[in-house]
T-cell receptor, first 118, second 114 residues
Framework: AQTVTQSQPEMSVQEAETVTLSCTYD???????LFWYKQPPSRQMILVIR??????QNATENRFSVNFQKAAKSFSLKISDSQLGDAAMYFC???????????????FGKGTKLSVIP | DAMVIQNPRYQVTQFGKPVTLSCSQT?????MYWYQQKSSQAPKLLFH???????NEADTPDNFQSRRPNTSFCFLDIRSPGLGDAAMYLC?????????????FGPGTRLTVT
């Protein structure tokens, strides 16, 4: 079974600095997606960034980038120039397809609570 | 903007009194999910609909039921809420036609049981 592990329950970063959140996962699949979701105090879960395993290039979205190490099954999120609005819970997630495809279950890590210090 | 909408945002119910939470979507996605999220925890999948096909997770209590009358709407029914059912309930949607496995989440309904 696929598992997702986030080993940092809480982290903090100074405003304008850079922070990296860690995620490791386990899968026997060769092609898959990985996601980082952000859940601010308002609680709406939004997608921050996605990575397709077959792509060599690490995904980037503005100040957010990932370090995807497929062999090591590692998928860390780097937030550059941290802003107060980045304060949130961050969940790493792996989509597991149900048999017959079409729908799938997101396996989430336990989350990392990020605080941004002004 | 296309979105996932949940009503109400806050719901208070009494112990044992049935309650229904609603979710609607304008994304025209064929899959809809219900999650339960307790404080400082990851969301836990309760069940999902793939089109009209209902898929229950093995550890979802019988107290939780769902209905999907059409593509746009999905309801979560809690037949006899207990204090342990107080949580945030998240609705999400997905479609393989988007080209990825991303799920789109609504803002959630916070359920309080008194």
């Amino acid at each position: 079974a696929q598992t997702v592990t986030q080993s940092q329950p809480e982290m903090s970063v100074q405003e304008a600095e850079t922070v990296t959140l860690s995620c490791t996962y386990d899968t026997s699949e060769s092609d898959y997606y990985l996601f980082w979701y952000k859940q601010p105090p308002s609680r709406q879960m939004i997608l921050v960034i996605r990575q397709e395993a077959y792509k060599q290039q690490n995904a980037t979205e503005n100040r957010f980038s990932v370090n995807f190490q497929k062999a090591a099954k590692s998928f860390s999120l780097k937030i550059s120039d941290s802003q107060l609005g980045d304060a949130a819970m961050y969940f790493c997630a792996y989509p597991n397809a149900y048999s017959g495809a079409g729908s799938y279950q997101l396996t989430f890590g336990k989350g990392t609570k990020l605080s941004v210090i002004p | 903007d296309a979105m996932v909408i949940q009503n109400p945002r806050y719901q208070v119910t009494q112990f044992g009194k049935p309650v229904t939470l609603s979710c609607s979507q304008t994304l025209n996605h064929n899959v809809m999910y219900w999650y339960q999220q307790k404080s400082s925890q990851a969301p836990k999948l309760l069940f999902h609909y793939y089109d009209k096909d209902f898929n229950n997770e093995a550890d979802t209590p019988d107290n939780f039921q769902s209905r999907r009358p059409n593509t746009s709407f999905c309801f979560l029914d809690i037949r006899s809420p207990g204090l342990g059912d107080a949580a945030m309930y998240l609705c999400a949607t997905s479609s393989l036609l988007t080209g990825s496995y991303e799920q789109y989440f609504g803002p959630g309904t916070r359920l309080t049981v008194t």
